[in-house]
C-alpha cells in the first residue's frame, strides 16, 4: 500500500523462555514440488537408511471421491486413485512426526515442547533429507504454526484472565459464554509475511478430570515463493519465530503468564 511503512521486524528482541509454555504441538512445513523422480521403492530405502531414530513408518497414496448425479437419474460414485504421494515417520517416543511427500515437507513436535533451537535444528536436518531427494528448485510456502492449549480449572470459564482481547458478548445481550471461536488474519507490511491467529475455546477431555481448555493457534507463513537456499530458509524461520512470539506474548494475560513460569497452579 501506497505510503504505509514496512512492519519493524527486530530479531534483538529476546523473549522470556517460559518452564510450562502451553505448546501442544510446533510444527515447521515447507510446501516444495518435487523436480526428482518421486517412487516409492527408492525414496523409501534411502530414507530408511537415515532415520533409524524415527522407526515407524506409514506410506500413504492420495484418493479423489467424485459423486455425479443427473436430473432423474440415479447417483454415481467413483473413486480415483491419485498415486503414491509420501511417507510419514514417528519417532520412537511418538512425539516427533516427519512426512516426506511429492509436494513437501513437515515436521511436527508434539509436547512436551524442548527449545526453539532443537525444532528448528532438527526440522532442516530432515528437509535436507527431503530436498536431496525431491530436488525442488523453489519454496512455494514457508510455514511455522504453533498451538497452544490452556487448560482451566473445574467450572472456570473466565477467558479473559488467560487471553486478550477477551471475548465479549453482543452489546445489549450480557448472557455467559459457553464457548467461543475468533479467527483473524493479518498481513505483515512490506513483507511477504502473513498471520492466521485462532483464538477458541474446548470442551473438557474427560468428565470432571479438569476444566475447558483455550486454545491459542498462531501460524505464521510466506505469501511468495522464494529460491530455495539454506541461508533464506534460516532468516525466513527466524523472522517467522518472532512474529509468532509477538503474537504469543500479545494475546496471553500476565495471569497466564504467571501459570507458564510455575508460579501458581
Request: glycine share 6%; charged share 25%.
Amino acid at each position: 500500500m501506497t505510503g504505509t511503512q514496512d512492519y519493524p521486524i527486530n530479531l534483538d528482541e529476546a523473549f522470556e523462555h517460559l518452564p510450562h509454555a502451553p505448546i501442544v504441538e510446533a510444527v515447521i512445513e515447507i510446501r516444495a514440488r518435487a523436480e526428482a523422480a518421486w517412487e516409492e521403492p527408492a525414496v523409501m530405502t534411502e530414507l530408511k537408511a537415515h532415520l533409524p531414530d524415527y522407526p515407524t513408518l506409514d506410506s500413504h497414496r492420495a484418493f479423489q471421491h467424485e459423486l455425479k448425479v443427473g436430473p432423474g437419474q440415479e447417483s454415481h460414485h467413483t473413486l480415483r486413485d491419485l498415486g503414491w504421494r509420501g511417507l510419514r515417520f514417528k519417532s520412537a517416543d511418538g512425539r516427533q512426526v516427519a512426512q516426506f511427500n511429492h509436494d513437501g515437507f513437515l515436521f511436527s513436535r508434539l509436547r512436551p515442547y524442548q527449545r526453539w533451537e532443537q525444532l528448528k535444528d532438527e526440522g532442516l536436518r530432515l528437509w535436507e533429507l527431503h530436498a536431496a531427494l525431491a530436488k525442488p528448485s523453489e519454496v512455494q510456502r514457508l510455514g511455522l504454526r504453533y498451538i497452544n492449549r490452556m487448560v482451566l480449572g473445574p467450572q472456570e470459564v473466565r477467558f479473559e484472565d488467560y487471553l486478550r482481547p477477551r471475548a465479549q458478548p453482543p452489546q445489549g445481550l450480557n448472557l455467559p459464554f459457553q464457548g467461543f471461536f475468533h479467527h483473524d488474519v493479518l498481513a505483515v507490511t512490506g513483507h511477504a509475511y502473513a498471520i492466521n491467529i485462532i483464538r477458541t475455546s474446548q470442551p473438557p477431555q474427560e468428565l470432571g478430570s479438569e476444566g475447558m481448555a483455550l486454545i491459542l493457534d498462531i501460524d505464521v507463513y510466506t505469501t511468495q515463493p522464494f529460491e530455495l537456499r539454506r541461508v533464506e530458509l534460516d532468516h525466513r524461520l527466524a523472522e517467522m519465530r518472532w512474529l509468532k512470539n509477538k503474537v504469543f506474548f500479545g494475546s496471553v494475560t500476565r495471569n497466564a503468564l504467571k501459570t507458564f513460569r510455575g508460579e501458581r497452579k
